[in-house]
């Protein structure tokens, strides 16, 4: 049995899940993410009295290591890194936007393209397969009418995520599909779940936050 703490503050809101394996235990999750600072520790020692769990019983802690938001990543990392050091415990790092496409599996049976709103027609964004292999690597794109076009001649490709509608205003393509997927710290039990049994864990020492990008950079990368 394995007890694993997933926190996830990248993007709009702040959440942890407590899970016992593959399953959810208990979630909480803080709307608002600028406090996130504030309001993970006093969440976290009450999903464990909720749960009548202590620290000791935490297996691994599991984080969400970006792309998203600049202060909201580095909360997270901090907050992660400190529990597994304070506790000698092992840190899970988990690519957000593999975390998204795991919650929208269930609603698209081609590619996933998982959105994260940067500045006007930036988003950060990478394509998944149902395995959730990378079909094309994370990377920040500035969207245009073209943007995906030799992959969705071939495949539907199924576009989420806070900065998902903005492509959905200026892409024609048929094969171009748009849900709206709500998702938080429980859909990375899957993956920091399998990372654990394979004993990948991150340096807790040279761990950091995956911006996407240098955070003052004007630099553009395209897929």
Excluded at 154 to 173: C, V
Aim: hydrophobic letters at 45%; proline letters at 4%; aromatic letters at 10%.
């Amino acid at each position: 049995m394995s007890i694993i703490l997933n926190i996830d503050t990248a993007v709009q809101s702040s959440s942890i899940c407590l899970a016992e394996n593959d399953q959810s235990i208990s979630v909480k999750v803080n709307p608002s993410q600028k406090d996130s600072a504030s309001w993970l520790h006093i969440a976290i020692k009450e999903i464990l009295e909720e749960t009548h769990f202590n620290f000791q019983q935490i297996d691994a802690i599991a984080v969400s290591e970006g792309p998203g938001s600049y202060t909201g990543l580095r909360v997270g990392m901090a907050t992660a890194k400190g529990l597994c050091y304070v506790m000698n415990k092992p840190l899970i790092t988990i690519n957000t936007l593999q975390m998204m496409a795991s919650d929208a599996r269930d609603k698209h049976q081609g590619l996933l393209s998982p959105m994260i709103d940067a500045r006007r027609m930036e988003v950060f964004t990478a394509v998944f397969d149902q395995e959730l292999q990378f079909i094309l690597p994370p990377a920040n794109l500035i969207l245009n009418e073209n943007s995906f076009n030799d992959l969705l001649r071939e495949n539907s490709i199924l576009f989420f995520g806070n900065g998902a509608h903005k492509f959905q205003q200026i892409i024609q393509h048929p094969n171009a599909l748009f849900a709206s997927v709500d998702f938080d710290a429980s859909a990375m039990i899957e993956l920091s779940y399998k990372r654990f049994l394979r004993g990948e864990f991150a340096d807790l020492a040279y761990s950091q936050p995956f911006y996407g990008k240098d955070f003052h950079s004007s630099v553009k990368q395209s897929l």
